[in-house]
């Protein structure tokens, strides 16, 4: 039986408030996990960019050995929970035909003893988009307890991003605040929205040469190749 809806998300809060390192913040989410009746949890996020996997964060509950067996096997790669698509906030139940393209390690998972799970995709105010998981040996999930789990579900999921995303941002050696001035946000909000050096330059009545003196400093503070990968990466981080 799941707990009492706003007393458990106000303890979880709380809770979760008060971490300081995402150790603390994982064991909060897994006792939170185990009173809705699942033995793993697990979290993972895309981080600032560049987009790629080299940037994904995990961090599980799961057993020891199989997070070294994952890690060993690459199996980030084939993972379908990895790739979930993130527009859609539905929660995923695992299943065969889920990892039909990766049953190597949906057998070994199932033998780790996660044999049943749940996969709830989430975002957060800057942008980043990630997972949160249940997961449990037995018994099989059942309709209700879906339908039971999805509010409790969606909570995990929104504050674990939240905790756990500022907590690993404190703890980046590149943590230092990019300083955009309000000239640079303004040229790479057009950018964003597709605008040429002339066209931006026409807009706000300065130079194309300007514009692109702008547009130079902006690649060199977000560590970008190009101006259009400078407009993403600021969007990413919540720059603009």
């Given amino acids: 039986m799941c707990p009492d809806p706003s007393g458990w998300w106000n303890d979880l ?26 033995a793993y949890c697990a979290f993972g996020y895309h981080n600032r960019p560049p987009f790629h996997f080299r940037n994904v964060v995990i961090k599980s509950s799961y057993p020891a050995p199989w997070v070294s067996r994952y890690l060993d ?15 859609d906030l539905t929660p995923t139940v695992w ?9 190597p390690l949906w057998d070994e998972a199932r033998s780790a003893g996660l044999r049943v799970g749940i996969s709830q995709p989430c975002w957060d105010a800057r942008g980043r988009c990630g ?44 943590t230092t605040e990019i300083n955009l001035t309000r000239r640079e946000i303004e040229i790479l909000r057009w ?34 190749s190009s101006k259009v990968a400078a407009a993403a990466y600021a969007i990413a981080c919540g720059y603009l």
């Fill in 13 to 38: 809060f709380f809770k979760l408030q008060n971490c300081e390192q995402i150790d603390h913040a994982l064991t909060v989410l897994s006792r939170a996990s185990q009173n809705l009746g699942f």
């Fill in 73 to 87: 096997q690459h199996y980030l790669e084939i993972d379908p929970i990895a790739r979930l698509d993130v527009r």
């Fill in 95 to 103: 299943n065969d035909d889920l990892f039909s393209d990766a049953k």
């Fill in 191 to 224: 950018t964003a929205d597709g605008g040429s050096a002339k066209s931006i330059s026409n807009a706000l009545d300065i130079s194309a040469d300007t514009v692109n003196f702008h547009l130079k400093n902006c690649m060199r503070k977000l560590n970008a």
């Fill in 131 to 174: 997972v949160f998981s249940l997961a449990r040996d037995y018994p099989a999930l059942g309709c209700h307890e879906i339908e039971t789990l999805r509010p409790y579900l969606a909570a995990l999921s929104h504050l674990s991003m939240t905790c756990v995303g500022t907590i690993a941002d404190r703890q980046r050696d590149d």
